[in-house]
């Protein structure tokens, strides 16, 4: 089974920029208590896709810190752009085109995640209209129901499109006027909302306030008051005092934005949007701090953001996404951030040179890079992030050196060509505990690819592919899940994706900072005398990678069947698609047992279905604490996640195979035949001696068995030897043992092909 509350990245999945925003705050009292004593909370589903109303796609899983781990396919990648933050509880996706009518015709409640995943079914994205008059007829909204002054109705992923390209046009003609929401689109009063969910408390509470006026001026690119751009201002404090994306917004109309706000220190960002020809960019001035004590007024100008973000690299590179994030640390533990992510726009934004006075101020700048189209050999990417100095916003000019950069050469094996996906993203740490950003791109698959990364001790990445890439849908499948990992910079490495067979594995901890900052939980654990289990079919040989599991996407099918047995006697069984729960076991010591069978039907000829059977001893163990790099669940208290560490990993067996002189398309040459075996135990169990293995193989699917030579080579590892004609399929059947009455024992069909 895929197990979700894996770490803060691995759930990423999607064909744009990821962001993760977090603007949080300390509650007064416990919100939530809930506990997990062994395994991943109940509640991890698979997530599905969510629509936004002007097309764009997401998905969002919550992580094991609080936060939301988030992907986007944009419904124009060639221009688009996305803001994402996190106000206490709520997490709102908002495209660039809707920030202007949030109150003025788009109710907040159509970007909220979780809102969202309350309310779509189906893949639609069902709303409420209110109005005046007649009822509004609205590019790609299919009205169901309407009332005097109401109607219910919903969008598809195809008509949301239509919906956002009737946005795209309002914006740029309010844009040009700076009048948003009295015509076109939301003409008579139209108001939409997402269905079922209360109008946005914010726009009340905005009135009910005695508070100072604070005049903001902006000026554009010309020097000339500024129509149509929008200006954020928020608490710089306490987020919690002045922070709603409603109330914190305006737009300059006639250079002049106004806002009531309580005394205070503020920073403001004006947001500049320019379209020339068939280019546009956007430009971020920012103003880092400034007291409010009576009215007041602050002025924000365009030309302040004379600073592109350009990253020099060594070899020719075509820029895919630009981000940029500011993260505003308040008092008492609050904070404030943005990240804005540009497909096909340049990004600009203004230097400071004085550092603020109350809390922090962190920036960081990152793009994504591919190879020209024409580029000769193998595709390459760049993968780019720089941290600014604390307190201040640097001159946005980067250079990308050799010495800075690790390299990463990528083999991806595939048995059947398709056009895939690959994924890398991260950050410097202070990012990744809160934001993680990336963006899937197109792959020819089986193929080979080098990635160059941002390198440094303090910097993580955490990489993913998948097998299909369709237009219309997530990209699914694939080795879809690895660790964070810090890249030491000179570093070369070589990773191989989907490397066959293709077989169950558990999760891997890279240690060191990675595993601090993103703890998991062990593949199986008891906790007194509740065990649970966790280990995901369809994995490769390279430790932490995690394939697709029962997760499937159009034209396949996976099923799979589970047992666990003590002392030989069924305690559970079921469908593992969904998760396995959690069994009692009892108090005495005794021997355990499962079995996990997956197979999978569909484009792929090789690895089809895995048998595993796992055997070990297992007790109570009071008192075992897990290390720092795991944890077994967690409590939520005053929206804080505190994990729980008192539990013991089993000594379930593992193991990986590495198949001598295999083909990218999962084939060897016919005759001789070598595997490179390795036995091991999961993490952070202790492991017992490993004492043998044996194996046999099949060319007529299991059938019947041939014997082969098995040679210990050294520790944990064998050498298995056998001859295969050319133009069989080789199915495998390994077994392995500890010095514990541990075993393993794995069958895998059509385990990798032999050429003629």
């Not at 520790?715 to 495998?732: K, M, Y």
């Amino acid at each position: 089974m895929r197990h979700i509350p894996r770490h803060q990245t691995a759930l990423l999945v999607g064909l744009a920029t990821v962001t993760v925003l977090a603007i949080s705050g300390t509650a007064a009292q416990a919100i939530t208590v809930s506990q997990a004593s062994a395994g991943p909370a109940p509640a991890a589903a698979a997530p599905h896709p969510l629509l936004l109303i002007n097309g764009d796609r997401l998905m969002a899983r919550p992580t094991p810190g609080g936060g939301q781990a988030i992907s986007l396919l944009p419904a124009d990648p060639a221009s688009d752009a996305v803001l994402s933050l996190k106000l206490g509880n709520m997490t709102d996706e908002i495209p660039a085109d809707a920030l202007p009518y949030l109150g003025r015709g788009l109710d907040p409640s159509l970007f909220e995640l979780s809102a969202l995943q309350r309310a779509e079914a189906g893949g639609r994205l069902p709303v409420q209209v209110s109005f005046h008059g007649r009822t509004p007829v609205l590019p790609g909204v299919t009205i169901t129901r309407s009332a005097a002054g109401t109607a219910a109705g919903y969008l598809t992923a195809a008509s949301a499109r239509i919906f956002g390209a009737a946005l795209a046009r309002q914006f740029r003609a309010d844009h040009a006027r700076a009048s948003y929401g009295a015509d076109g689109l939301f003409g008579g009063g139209v108001d939409i909302a997402l269905a079922g969910t209360a109008r946005s408390a914010a726009r009340s509470r905005r009135t009910g306030f005695r508070m100072h006026t604070l005049t903001v001026t902006g000026t554009d690119l010309s020097g000339r008051r500024d129509n149509g751009d929008l200006v954020y201002v928020f608490n710089a404090g306490d987020v919690a005092k002045f922070g709603d994306p409603i109330e914190s917004g305006n737009v300059f109309y006639h250079g002049v934005a106004k806002f009531s706000v309580p005394s205070g220190s503020y920073w403001a960002i004006g947001d500049f949007v320019n379209f020339t020809g068939t280019s546009a960019s956007e430009r971020l001035a920012f103003l880092p701090q400034f007291t409010v004590r009576k009215n007041t007024a602050v002025h924000v100008a365009e030309q302040a953001a004379s600073s592109e973000i350009t990253m020099a690299t060594p070899r020719p590179a075509v820029i895919q996404s630009v981000s940029f994030e500011v993260i505003r640390g308040g008092l008492h533990g609050t904070s404030n951030s943005f990240t804005w992510s540009d497909f096909g726009l340049s990004l600009w934004v203004s230097p400071t040179t004085r550092k603020p006075t109350v809390g922090t101020l962190r920036s960081f700048a990152s793009e994504q890079l591919t190879s020209p189209a024409d580029a000769a050999g193998p595709p390459y990417a760049y993968n780019l992030d720089y941290a600014g100095p604390d307190g201040i916003i640097p001159t946005q000019h980067y250079v990308a050196r050799p010495a800075n950069l690790a390299t990463i050469n990528e083999r991806y094996y595939q048995d059947v060509p398709t056009t895939g996906a690959w994924l890398d993203f991260g950050g410097f740490s202070s990012q990744v505990e809160g934001i993680v950003f990336g963006a899937y791109l197109p792959l020819k698959l089986p193929g080979l690819q080098t990635q160059y990364f941002s390198a440094g001790p303090d910097i993580l990445w955490s990489s993913s592919y998948a097998e299909f890439s369709p237009n219309n849908f997530f990209p699914w499948g694939g080795q879809g899940d690895d660790s964070f990992r810090v890249l030491p910079a000179g570093q070369q490495q070589t990773v191989e994706w989907n490397r066959y067979p293709l077989h169950p594995q558990p999760d891997v901890s890279p240690g060191g900072l990675g595993g601090r900052l993103f703890p998991l939980i062990p593949s199986a654990i008891r906790s007194g005398n509740t065990l649970s289990l966790s280990i995901t079919p369809f994995s490769d040989n390279q430790p932490g990678h995690l394939g697709a599991g029962f997760f499937v996407g159009p034209g396949a099918t996976v099923a799979g069947s589970y047992e666990i047995d003590q002392n030989g006697i069924r305690i559970a069984r079921g469908n593992p698609s969904n998760g396995i729960p959690a069994v009692s076991l009892s108090p005495k010591p005794s021997m355990i047992s499962f079995t996990l069978n997956a197979a999978r039907t569909g484009e792929f000829p090789l690895s089809t279905s895995s048998q595993t059977v796992w055997t070990w001893r297992s007790a109570r163990q009071p008192g075992v604490r897990l290390p720092a790099a795991w944890f077994c669940g967690y409590v939520i208290i005053r929206q804080q996640f505190r994990l729980l560490r008192r539990c013991a990993a089993q000594p379930m067996m593992t193991l990986n195979y590495q198949v001598r002189g295999l083909a990218l398309n999962g084939s060897a040459p016919p005759g001789d035949q070598v595997i490179n075996l390795s036995a091991g135990h999961i993490q952070p169990a202790k492991a017992p001696a490993i004492t043998g293995a044996t194996a046999q193989v099949s060319y007529n699917d299991g059938q019947s068995w041939l014997d082969t030579s098995v040679t210990a080579t050294g520790g944990e590892n064998f050498r298995i030897a056998f001859s295969a004609p050319g133009g069989v399929d080789v199915t495998l059947r390994v077994t392995a043992t500890d010095s514990a009455g541990g075993a393993i024992r794995e069958t895998i069909l059509r385990a990798y092909g032999v050429r003629f």
